[in-house]
């Protein structure tokens, strides 16, 4: 059984479409000019559309006013959690459009803009969509523009050589991934989520030999989505591909497929919840552990500030997965604690990526037609020679280390509170000792993560220059860099009204009956209603 697409999709689809529509004009007008011209100043008015039209269509469906999950008929999802995400898809959209201002040359200009502005709709795409053939076609909408930025980002054989390990194992990721749906299709009988959550929470509604294939289909959705968020033992191609990456590609990588993946894994994990209720924890909490654990340890001998940030975000994928970890374990007695997991797990997410995408626009800043910012020494002397883009990078590092009062801070806090939080019976004993074990995990990764990073700022600081160079990066990419500093600093300053929205969008994790679901789909058909009836006037 298929969606049905009506116009109310469409008018969901509203920022996607300005995106789709900004990305083909620069494609094509591209194409009958040399590349000069106001082509970023077009992609930054369309992004500004985009706010437009999320801002709209925020205040006329009230996705903020009720917590629990709306549902249409068609194949997207009306609630807080997507919504808040594609505000953050944006924002990443935003600062990825200003880093790039030298991230290749004027002929090849046009065409990486208008891939950078698919990504960033298949990437808004991704975040609000719940059904499976959308969901894949959204993921594929950010893959394969990547190969494309890949290729244009640097001239030579190493970028080269990353771009081609990338595409092939994204490509694999993609096949695990689909398999691993062809399972979940099968066992609800239509591609939606919200069918494969009736078919699960109602006894006798799914087939009792395919709900057992429920735990081979998940590993396959997770090891796909493994890739994309670089989690153990998916995260072998990180720290290539980032070295042979520019900065605005690296940045790109670090923070696109991770917000994809990580809102796409919610997705299943609230459709599938009564099936995992009794041990999809155990897998995302061993995941986690060794993901923060390996990523942070690698971590400490790179001399690379690419390779450095790859092993880094592989470090930050462990910190998410603790948070999705205490989302499952609460699943089935402890829905507050789930909300509080999966609240803390966007709080994260949201203060990882400006620090990360400030981190990568302010080395995209530094870098010039000659060379790129690549080895540590290339930072020393900084914080003398370039004092204002030397403070932003220590902001970043601090933030990323979870030194208070930054952000960084406050989102390892909530993750580790809500770690300590998760107390549910298992038979003979309580998961709670486990989580404490995270907890204590995840406290003594965050030690060991601050050595590095404080290594970062001490070069630009304590060490005399040895072969600073003047910046050429753009005035795009510095400006991207301070607007990042200001907002992990100002979120650091007020934690509790970001984390308070997100931890109230989160209640709509726990499991709904099918009663529910039909309540709220009821629902949702009024809200849409009246939009249809605001957007003709």
Known sequence: MLPDVNSDTFRLLIP??????????????????????????????????????????????????????????????VDAIGHSMRWLAWLSGLLLVLLSSRATNDGLRTEYLGALLLIVA?????????????????????????????????????????????????????????????????????????????????????????????PV????????LGFKIAAVPFHFYAPDVYQGASSGNAGLLAVVPKIAGVLVLVRFLAAVAPSIA????????????ITMTVGNVTALWQTNVRRLMAYSSIAHAGYLLIGLAVAAGGIGGAEATSSQGLGATLFYLVTYVIA??????????????????????????????????????????????GIPPLAGFFGKLSLFLGALSVDRPTGLSSIHTWFVVLAIIGALNAAISAAYYLRVVATMYFRPATRLTDPDGGLGAGLAAILAAILVIAVGVSPGTLSGRLLRASRSFAADSPSELAETISDIEVRLTQFKVEESR
């Open 16 to 77: 996607e479409i300005i995106l789709v529509v900004m990305a083909a004009w620069i494609f094509v007008a591209g194409a009958f000019t040399s590349g000069q011209g106001p082509w970023r100043l077009f992609a930054i008015v369309g992004m500004l559309f985009v706010a437009f039209a999320l801002y709209n269509q925020d205040t006329s469906l009230k996705v903020y006013s009720n917590q629990p999950l709306f549902d249409t008929s068609g194949p997207l999802l």
């Open 122 to 214: 298949g990437l808004m795409l991704s975040c609000t969509t719940g059904e499976m053939v959308t969901i894949f076609v959204s993921l594929e909408l950010i893959s394969i523009p990547t190969y494309i930025l890949l290729f244009l980002g640097h001239r030579g054989a190493s970028p080269h050589e990353a771009a081609m390990k990338y595409f092939f194992l994204s490509i694999a990721s993609s096949a695990l991934f689909l398999y691993g749906l062809s399972f979940l299709y099968g066992i609800a009988g239509g591609t939606q989520l919200s069918q494969l959550q009736v078919a699960l929470a109602t006894p006798g509604g799914a087939d009792p030999v395919a709900s057992g294939l429920i």
């Open 217 to 224: 289909a998940m590993l396959l959705v997770l090891a796909g």
């Open 278 to 289: 009794a041990n999809g924890w155990t897998i995302l909490l061993v995941l986690a552990a």
């Open 356 to 401: 990360t995408l400030g981190t990568f626009a302010a080395f995209a800043f530094l870098g010039n037609d000659e060379s790129d910012i690549s080895s540590l020494d290339d930072l020393a002397g900084l914080g003398t020679a370039r004092p204002v883009i030397a403070l932003t990078l220590a902001v970043f590092m601090f933030s990323l280390a």
